[in-house]
């Protein structure tokens, strides 16, 4: 789907519009409303032949101002599916609807998830939500945002239930604004390119076996946002990641390696 056409984006080479100073904005009494879609391949080459994962990730999402830097967000709509060689997994999502995530947002874009909802177990156990706005908006530069300025930054987020329990993933983000664009409305806005470099680590026991998974993968990213400072909103972000690596399955004075590839692509267009 071209997300940047179904805007109406129209590019304006020729024109030049003031640079202005990168900001979010978050109008007191403001509801964003986004719809994302997912989509993930992942491929296990154990010894016995390759297993593939499919999954589908359809959500609308609002994020309201409460006060200042804090928004609350929560998922209108959400449709989960997935493909794998012991089915396909189409759950009910409707007690996962409405359930507030609690974010503090800086005007530079960084995002704290201050609370993150209990999701109903058949989901909790498949897909991790609670990682939704982990990378879901960009950061801007300190500086005005303008054509051909680049800027970089980092997000790392770590969690750790137990020894055998862990998370812990880095993205290191690589920014280069494009061009100014108008958009049908005739709202300015600027196209900006993102390039990223992303590192995970992971450990999780698995069920029934007296087995720990570790999970290693590296790899990059890359896609495009739309912007529009006048009103300190993201409009569009589109992109695509591969990303490879192992799984050693460790447990009992064993150990086995199975190398992994993942692959995704994502996007993300504001409704209103």
């Excluded at 530069?141 to 051909?148: G, I």
């Amino acid at each position: 789907m071209n997300l940047l056409k179904s805007l109406a984006v129209v590019p304006a080479l020729t024109l030049q519009l003031p640079a202005q100073q990168a900001s979010y904005r978050f109008p007191p009494n403001d509801t964003a409303r986004y719809h994302e879609i997912t989509e993930s391949r992942i491929e296990l080459r154990p010894p016995r032949g390759p297993v593939i994962l499919n999954t589908r990730h359809d959500a609308k999402i609002a994020l309201a101002t409460v006060r200042g830097d804090t928004v609350t967000a929560w998922y209108e709509e959400l449709t989960l599916s997935s493909t794998s060689p012991q089915g396909e997994w189409h759950p009910s999502t409707s007690a996962a609807l409405h359930l507030p995530f609690r974010l503090v947002f800086t005007r530079a874009g960084q995002v704290t998830t201050v609370s993150a909802p209990s999701f109903p177990l058949e989901i909790a156990s498949r897909t991790d939500l609670d990682r939704q706005f982990e990378d879901f908006f960009i950061s801007l530069p300190t500086s005005a945002l303008r054509p051909q300025l680049t800027w970089t930054d980092t997000v790392e987020n770590t969690t750790s239930g137990s020894p055998q329990d862990t998370f812990h993933i880095q993205h290191i983000r690589h920014y280069r604004a494009l061009r100014d664009t108008v958009l049908a409305d005739h709202v300015n806005a600027i196209v900006i390119a993102i390039e990223q470099e992303i590192t995970l680590r992971s450990s999780s026991p698995m069920k029934n076996a007296p087995v720990t998974i570790f999970t290693r993968l590296e790899g990059r990213e890359e896609g495009t946002v739309v912007f529009t400072p006048a009103a300190g909103r993201l409009l569009t972000r589109v992109r695509r990641g591969h990303l490879n690596g192992e799984q050693v399955l460790r447990g009992e004075g064993r150990e086995m390696t199975v190398p992994m590839s993942f692959e995704y692509s994502s996007s993300l267009v504001r409704l209103q």
